[in-house]
């Protein structure tokens, strides 16, 4: 069975610099990887999606994300964010196997301050 | 338009009660879902139906019954309320049981047992 980790549970972090979200998964079998936002008391809205070749993807909203096979690790990233990025942020993981049941991790809050 | 909307959006009520959670989605989507997000932010998938077809069916109690009349509504009905229930529940959609293109998640039902 799949899991998925994000070490992070909160990031702080001052408008305009980088920041970096971390997420592993662990499975037996070959994954589409996701990331997820949450803005306060709505639903989550797909950031991107990793299911094959480049493994560079970017996503909505200035984030990217590199998928790294060897390390198992689907980090988020972007290069200058803003108050308005902040929100909580899922990793999920969908295993090629006959469920494709999506996986999410636990979530990290990103704390955007001015 | 909303694209998968649920109803109703907060629900109080006391525990040993009886309430249903209505979602419905105008994507022409074939696989619809229910997800539980706990006060911890961690979101655990219930179940899952592709074309009125129960496909994924976590362990959850048996108090917890998912219906879907046709492939455009997905309702859950929970018996016998206890106070671990209560929690945000998530319906979503995805085009096909692979969700090669994401889910597409509604803005919750937060359910709260006193």
């Known amino acids: 069975a799949q899991s998925v980790t994000q070490l992070d549970s909160q990031v702080p972090v001052f408008e305009e610099a980088p920041v970096e979200l971390r997420c592993n998964y662990s499975s037996s079998v070959s994954v589409y990887l996701f990331w997820y936002v949450q803005y306060p008391n709505q639903g989550l809205q797909l950031l991107l999606k990793?299911?094959?070749?480049?493994?560079l993807v970017k996503g909505i909203n200035g984030f990217e994300a590199e998928f790294n096979k060897s390390q198992t690790s689907f980090h988020l990233r972007k290069p200058s964010v803003h108050i308005s990025d902040t929100a909580e942020y899922f990793c999920?993981?969908?295993?090629?196997?006959?469920?494709?049941?999506?996986?999410f991790g636990s979530g990290t809050r990103l704390l955007v301050r001015p | 338009d909303t694209a998968v909307s649920q109803t109703p959006k907060y629900l109080v009520t006391q525990m040993g009660n009886d309430k249903s959670i209505k979602c419905e989605q105008n994507?022409?989507?074939?696989?619809m879902y229910w997800y539980k997000q706990d006060s911890k932010k961690f979101l655990k998938i219930m179940f899952s139906?592709?074309?009125?077809?129960?496909?994924i069916n976590e362990t959850v109690p048996n108090r917890f019954s998912p219906k879907s009349p046709d492939k455009a509504h997905l309702n859950l009905h929970i018996n016998s309320l206890e106070l671990g229930d209560s929690a945000v529940y998530f319906c979503?959609?995805?085009?096909?049981?692979?969700?090669?293109?994401?889910?597409?998640f509604g803005s919750g039902t937060r359910l709260t047992v006193v």
């Open positions: 979503a959609s995805s085009q096909d049981r692979k969700a090669l293109y994401g889910y597409t």
């Open positions: 994507l022409g989507h074939d696989t």
């Open positions: 139906y592709n074309n009125k077809e129960l496909i």
């Open positions: 999920a993981v969908s295993e090629m196997d006959s469920s494709y049941k999506l996986i």
């Open positions: 990793y299911l094959s070749g480049s493994t």
